[in-house]
């Protein structure tokens, strides 16, 4: 039933993803435009390091060329099954699943210390966890796979790898055994890592949160152990002798690889777009919290109902938990948990007073989104499954029973909730492709009727290159063509 249960999820999600648009970044990456040529032929910024040159995307090499790569390739692979429009958004749907199962496969395997996808209290993990994971209903919330390819790209994809990146030492630090990983093992994690910290700020920002704080404390740990008896300088001596060697080597060198890319992140010229003071965005950082929370989001100062009580709901649920695992249950009983949690709205907490110090973009009014909170939704998520699959492994008779009815009727909820009939599908942007295809000469106007791989209807011909040049590579139109919409 968990199987059944989790694969009609995985599947209505792909059905889901698959009916979204295009979006207005897509084409100035996969083109790529003048813009983005910079960093194709600078990965790790040292023309930014060294000269101190202002470009697009400074830190950002591997968003883009994977991108790049992506839809240059796969889009015509599929082809050999399915029509050109059909095999462009089924790309883009497969690479939107492969960040949500990769998602909750982290999570799953973390909280249950299973990897095997077949092991009973993974398929337990990984049910809590898919139907959070929301495309359309609390979307505007709690959104994690964006409904933006491009976004999903340069945030759902790389947090998924990072969560991937730190698993062995999440199952580690959760279970209380050591890190199942080899020589091999830690070599692969360094190559993931230069990956990771090429990846854009929020995944930077992350490492350098995690990576300094796990070193810490286990060096700590390992300092209390030490006898009272010798000098404080012996004690920390022996406390850095017996760190795992490893594991701190890892996480220094992802650490030192994030506050590279932290740096040249400066000379990215996308954050000058909109300049705004630093006391400002502080201002504006408590209501963004709230707003994101009641369901409301801030476009350019312009608010609307962004979700209900996806988020409310779930914050309460992880407060109900944490309550009752601290207050109902012996002390023995589920101190990591607890130790967990604590860890978790302790790193949700720095994060979100950080958060102003990456800048400012218009379509961010109040700092605080899906998309730069990823991190902590994403920790929320974790927090929910690791203290709700705790419970319900704990609590005995009527008490159990119970608390089994309040999480189905929670994941009913967020089941239900998802699907709901989409508001933003791709049928008008398919009507373009086929007008535009039909239509003769080499400027063409169309309806403006919705976008067509833009954020917004294009009025201005001359900007179409690109997007007539990328239509044509996959097919869709027999050859480039200009086009504006009226």
């Known amino acids: 039933m968990l ?7 995985l599947a209505f999600s792909f059905w889901q993803y698959f009916q979204f648009p295009l979006d207005g970044d ?44 992506y839809f240059r390739h796969v889009p015509l692979w599929l082809q050999a099954f399915l029509s050109p429009v059909d095999s462009l958004y089924t790309a883009c749907a497969l690479l939107r699943l492969a960040c949500h199962t990769l998602l909750v496969y982290g999570l799953a395997a973390a909280v249950s210390n299973r990897n095997h996808v077949l ?9 809590l966890v898919t139907p959070l994971l929301q495309a ?44 199942r990983v080899s020589a091999l093992g830690y070599l692969s994690l360094a190559a993931l890592a230069v990956v990771l910290a090429f990846n854009g700020p929020t995944v930077a920002a992350t490492a350098l949160l995690v990576c300094p704080a796990a070193v810490l404390a286990l060096g700590y740990r390992r300092f209390a152990a030490q006898p009272r008896s010798l000098a404080l300088g012996q004690r ?19 650490a030192l690889l994030s506050l590279y890319s932290v740096y040249i992140g400066r000379f990215n010229s996308e954050n000058l777009w909109a300049p705004l003071p630093l006391a400002e965005r502080y201002v504006r950082l408590p209501l963004g919290v709230v707003y994101q929370i009641i369901g409301q989001e801030a476009v350019t100062g312009d608010y609307r109902l962004a979700g ?14 944490a309550w009752f695992i601290s207050q109902r249950l012996p002390a023995t009983q589920g101190r990591r948990v607890r130790v967990a949690l604590r860890w978790l709205g302790l790193f949700a907490l720095v994060y979100l007073l950080l958060l102003p110090l990456g800048g400012y973009r218009e379509y961010r009014h109040y700092i605080v989104r899906r998309d730069t909170v990823l991190p902590v939704l994403i920790a929320l998520l974790g927090g929910f499954a690791l203290s709700t699959n705790f419970l319900l492994g704990q609590l005995r008779g009527a008490a159990r029973w119970r608390y089994i009815g309040a999480v189905v009727v929670l994941l009913v909820v967020f089941t239900i ?32 009727t919705c976008s067509m791989i833009d954020w917004q209807p294009l ?24 086009y504006y919409q009226q």
């Open 26 to 69: 897509m084409a100035p990456i996969v083109g790529p435009d003048n813009n983005y040529a910079s960093v194709l032929h600078d990965p790790f910024g040292l023309r930014a390091l060294l000269h101190h040159e202002v470009y697009a995307a400074t830190n950002r090499f591997f968003a883009h060329f994977c991108q790049l790569e």
């Open 119 to 127: 092991n009973q209290r993974f398929l337990l993990a990984a049910a």
């Open 136 to 179: 359309s209903g609390f979307y505007g919330q709690m959104g994690v796979v964006d409904q933006s390819i491009s976004y999903a790209c340069a945030y759902a994809l790389p947090q998924s790898l990072l969560l991937l990146f730190f698993l062995p030492f999440l199952q580690a630090a959760l279970h209380g055994a050591p890190p």
């Open 417 to 448: 909730a998802d699907k709901h009939r989409l508001s933003n599908t791709n049928a008008c942007e398919r009507q373009l492709f086929a007008q535009l295809a039909a239509a003769p000469g080499p400027i063409v106007r169309l309806p403006a």
């Open 3 to 9: 199987l059944a249960f989790l694969l009609g999820d």
């Open 308 to 321: 209900r009580f996806g988020l409310p709901l779930l914050l309460t649920f992880l407060f109900v938990n």
């Open 459 to 482: 009025t201005d011909y001359r900007q179409s290159e690109l997007k007539g040049q990328l239509l044509a590579y996959w097919g869709i139109i027999n050859e480039p063509k200009l």
């Open 236 to 254: 920390v001596a022996r406390a850095v002798r017996a760190l795992p060697t490893g594991q701190t080597a890892l996480f220094a060198w992802l």
